[in-house]
Nanobody
């Protein structure tokens, strides 16, 4: 069992930046894909960005060029650098760790709130 703990959320003005962290209680090398998701109020959870164990990143169109995902396997931590934040980026942000090979594994953090004031 691996626990994921997000941190770094908070209140920021539009145009500002935040850096989210997702710390795992164990090694993240076993997870071939890790990602950030977000859930705005009253809406469904949506994918923000993913990163493979090899460092290949992919982003939702809405955050391309503004957000950067990274992972440090040695520190068992994943990051999301968010810049040029917009009010529509406000949401609870969740980190996910996924292993698609057997045995398949899938873990979620408890979420961290990001609020963007206009």
């Amino acid at each position: 069992q691996v626990q994921l703990v997000e941190s770094g959320g908070g209140l920021v003005q539009a145009g500002g930046s935040l850096r989210l962290s997702c710390a795992a209680s164990g090694s993240i090398v076993r997870f071939n894909v890790m990602g950030w998701y977000r859930q705005p109020p009253g809406m469904q959870r949506e994918l923000v960005a993913t990163i493979t164990n090899g460092g290949i990143a992919d982003y939702a169109d809405s955050v391309k060029g503004r957000f950067a995902i990274s992972r440090d396997n040695a520190k068992s931590t994943m990051y999301l650098q968010m810049s040029s934040l917009k009010p529509e980026d406000a949401a609870v942000y969740y980190c996910n760790a996924h292993r698609s090979l057997l045995p398949q594994l899938d873990y979620w953090g408890q979420g961290t709130q990001v609020t963007v004031s206009s």
